[in-house]
Protein backbone atom coordinates (compact mmCIF):
# COMPACT_ATOMS: atom_id res chain seq x y z
CA UNK A 1 0.00 0.00 0.00
CA UNK A 2 2.80 2.20 0.70
CA UNK A 3 4.47 2.02 -2.98
CA UNK A 4 1.29 2.51 -4.20
CA UNK A 5 1.12 5.96 -2.25
CA UNK A 6 4.35 6.30 -3.54
CA UNK A 7 3.68 6.02 -7.03
CA UNK A 8 0.73 8.42 -7.20
CA UNK A 9 2.44 10.93 -5.19
CA UNK A 10 5.17 10.97 -7.67
CA UNK A 11 2.89 10.77 -10.73
CA UNK A 12 0.91 14.16 -9.08
CA UNK A 13 4.40 15.89 -8.74
CA UNK A 14 5.71 14.95 -11.86
CA UNK A 15 2.39 16.02 -13.67
CA UNK A 16 2.18 19.70 -12.02
CA UNK A 17 5.78 20.05 -13.14
CA UNK A 18 4.85 19.59 -16.32
CA UNK A 19 2.15 22.45 -16.54
CA UNK A 20 4.74 25.15 -16.18
CA UNK A 21 5.66 27.21 -19.17
CA UNK A 22 8.32 24.57 -21.07
CA UNK A 23 8.27 26.81 -23.96
CA UNK A 24 11.78 28.20 -23.67
CA UNK A 25 10.09 31.68 -24.35
CA UNK A 26 9.49 34.15 -21.82
CA UNK A 27 6.28 35.60 -20.74
CA UNK A 28 7.30 39.01 -21.45
CA UNK A 29 7.86 38.62 -25.06
CA UNK A 30 8.75 42.35 -27.30
CA UNK A 31 5.96 43.04 -29.80
CA UNK A 32 6.96 45.37 -32.42
CA UNK A 33 4.34 47.38 -33.95
CA UNK A 34 5.12 49.78 -37.17
CA UNK A 35 2.17 52.82 -37.34
CA UNK A 36 2.28 54.94 -40.27
CA UNK A 37 0.37 58.39 -40.05
CA UNK A 38 -0.38 61.86 -40.96
CA UNK A 39 0.04 64.90 -39.53
CA UNK A 40 -3.34 66.29 -39.07
CA UNK A 41 -5.47 63.17 -39.46
CA UNK A 42 -8.23 62.86 -37.66
CA UNK A 43 -7.96 58.57 -37.47
CA UNK A 44 -4.50 59.08 -37.10
CA UNK A 45 -4.68 60.85 -33.67
CA UNK A 46 -7.15 58.55 -32.66
CA UNK A 47 -5.04 55.48 -32.88
CA UNK A 48 -1.86 57.23 -31.65
CA UNK A 49 -3.96 57.87 -28.11
CA UNK A 50 -4.93 54.82 -27.95
CA UNK A 51 -1.73 53.33 -28.39
CA UNK A 52 -0.32 56.40 -25.53
CA UNK A 53 -3.31 54.60 -23.62
CA UNK A 54 -2.65 51.10 -22.98
CA UNK A 55 1.45 51.69 -23.26
CA UNK A 56 1.79 51.18 -19.50
CA UNK A 57 -0.92 47.89 -19.46
CA UNK A 58 2.02 46.51 -22.01
CA UNK A 59 5.80 47.52 -21.08
CA UNK A 60 6.12 44.66 -23.73
CA UNK A 61 4.68 46.81 -26.81
CA UNK A 62 7.45 48.36 -28.70
CA UNK A 63 5.40 50.91 -31.21
CA UNK A 64 7.81 52.60 -34.06
CA UNK A 65 5.66 55.55 -35.45
CA UNK A 66 5.95 56.93 -38.93
CA UNK A 67 4.91 60.37 -40.02
CA UNK A 68 4.48 60.18 -43.90
CA UNK A 69 3.01 63.39 -45.17
CA UNK A 70 6.02 65.53 -44.43
CA UNK A 71 9.08 62.64 -44.70
CA UNK A 72 9.33 60.86 -47.97
CA UNK A 73 11.19 58.27 -46.59
CA UNK A 74 9.03 57.17 -44.14
CA UNK A 75 6.22 57.27 -47.07
CA UNK A 76 8.69 55.00 -48.87
CA UNK A 77 9.03 53.01 -46.13
CA UNK A 78 5.00 52.10 -46.19
CA UNK A 79 5.28 51.54 -49.88
CA UNK A 80 7.51 49.08 -49.19
CA UNK A 81 5.79 47.21 -45.90
CA UNK A 82 2.78 47.25 -48.14
CA UNK A 83 4.57 46.21 -51.31
CA UNK A 84 6.18 43.00 -48.79
CA UNK A 85 2.38 42.06 -47.25
CA UNK A 86 1.18 42.48 -51.00
CA UNK A 87 -1.46 45.13 -50.18
CA UNK A 88 -1.99 48.01 -51.72
CA UNK A 89 -2.04 51.63 -49.66
CA UNK A 90 -5.25 52.60 -48.44
CA UNK A 91 -4.86 55.49 -46.21
CA UNK A 92 -3.33 56.30 -42.90
CA UNK A 93 -3.16 55.04 -40.22
CA UNK A 94 -1.91 51.86 -41.30
CA UNK A 95 -0.91 49.43 -38.61
CA UNK A 96 1.90 46.67 -39.17
CA UNK A 97 1.96 44.07 -36.41
CA UNK A 98 3.28 40.34 -36.61
CA UNK A 99 2.99 40.46 -40.84
CA UNK A 100 -0.69 41.65 -40.84
CA UNK A 101 -1.83 45.45 -41.64
CA UNK A 102 -4.60 47.03 -39.87
CA UNK A 103 -5.95 49.82 -41.74
CA UNK A 104 -7.81 52.96 -40.01
CA UNK A 105 -9.41 53.34 -36.58
CA UNK A 106 -12.40 52.64 -34.92
CA UNK A 107 -12.88 50.93 -31.27
CA UNK A 108 -13.66 47.31 -33.16
CA UNK A 109 -10.35 47.75 -34.70
CA UNK A 110 -8.36 49.05 -31.09
CA UNK A 111 -10.33 45.72 -29.36
CA UNK A 112 -8.20 43.51 -32.55
CA UNK A 113 -5.44 45.40 -32.13
CA UNK A 114 -4.96 44.87 -28.42
CA UNK A 115 -6.12 41.15 -28.76
CA UNK A 116 -2.98 40.49 -30.98
CA UNK A 117 -0.90 42.43 -28.71
CA UNK A 118 -1.97 40.32 -25.59
CA UNK A 119 -1.14 36.85 -27.92
CA UNK A 120 1.99 38.29 -28.76
CA UNK A 121 2.92 39.05 -25.51
CA UNK A 122 0.96 35.70 -23.77
CA UNK A 123 2.58 32.78 -27.04
CA UNK A 124 5.19 34.65 -28.75
CA UNK A 125 6.49 33.97 -31.94
CA UNK A 126 5.33 37.19 -33.09
CA UNK A 127 7.37 38.18 -36.09
CA UNK A 128 8.82 41.74 -37.00
CA UNK A 129 7.83 41.69 -40.41
CA UNK A 130 10.18 39.44 -41.15
CA UNK A 131 7.48 37.46 -43.14
CA UNK A 132 7.38 38.68 -47.15
CA UNK A 133 3.36 38.21 -46.76
CA UNK A 134 0.94 39.93 -44.58
CA UNK A 135 -2.55 39.65 -43.87
CA UNK A 136 -4.77 42.43 -43.90
CA UNK A 137 -7.30 43.77 -41.59
CA UNK A 138 -9.37 47.08 -42.34
CA UNK A 139 -11.34 49.31 -39.74
CA UNK A 140 -15.08 47.31 -39.24
CA UNK A 141 -14.53 43.37 -40.98
CA UNK A 142 -12.00 41.73 -38.97
CA UNK A 143 -13.31 39.40 -36.98
CA UNK A 144 -11.59 38.93 -33.35
CA UNK A 145 -10.03 35.40 -33.28
CA UNK A 146 -8.30 33.97 -31.15
CA UNK A 147 -5.37 31.01 -30.92
CA UNK A 148 -5.03 30.02 -27.96
CA UNK A 149 -3.07 26.31 -26.94
CA UNK A 150 -5.12 24.47 -24.81
CA UNK A 151 -2.25 21.55 -24.57
CA UNK A 152 -1.58 21.70 -21.18
CA UNK A 153 -4.86 21.60 -19.77
CA UNK A 154 -5.68 18.70 -21.96
CA UNK A 155 -2.08 17.04 -20.48
CA UNK A 156 -3.95 18.21 -17.07
CA UNK A 157 -7.38 16.43 -17.37
CA UNK A 158 -5.47 13.61 -18.66
CA UNK A 159 -3.47 13.12 -15.71
CA UNK A 160 -6.33 13.50 -13.23
CA UNK A 161 -8.14 10.88 -15.00
CA UNK A 162 -5.15 8.68 -14.56
CA UNK A 163 -4.61 9.60 -11.29
CA UNK A 164 -8.26 8.54 -10.64
CA UNK A 165 -8.53 5.40 -12.10
CA UNK A 166 -4.89 4.53 -10.36
CA UNK A 167 -6.46 5.48 -7.23
CA UNK A 168 -9.69 2.60 -7.56
CA UNK A 169 -7.18 0.46 -9.09
CA UNK A 170 -4.68 0.29 -6.36
CA UNK A 171 -7.46 1.43 -2.92
CA UNK A 172 -11.03 -0.10 -3.42
CA UNK A 173 -10.44 -3.91 -4.35
Known amino acids: MFKARTIIICMLLSLLLSCTNTSGQPDNNTVNIYMFYGQGCAHCTK ?5 DSIKDKYPQMNVTKKEIYFDKDNA ?38 ETKIKDCIEYGGCSDLGNDSCEQHSTDSSPLTHEKDYSTIGWLFIGVVVLILLYYLLFNK
Do not use: H, W
Not at 47 to 51: D, G
Not at 81 to 97: A, H, S, Y
Open 47 to 51: MLTFF
Open 76 to 113: KLLEEFCRKCNTTLEGVPTVFIDGKSYVGFSNVLAQII
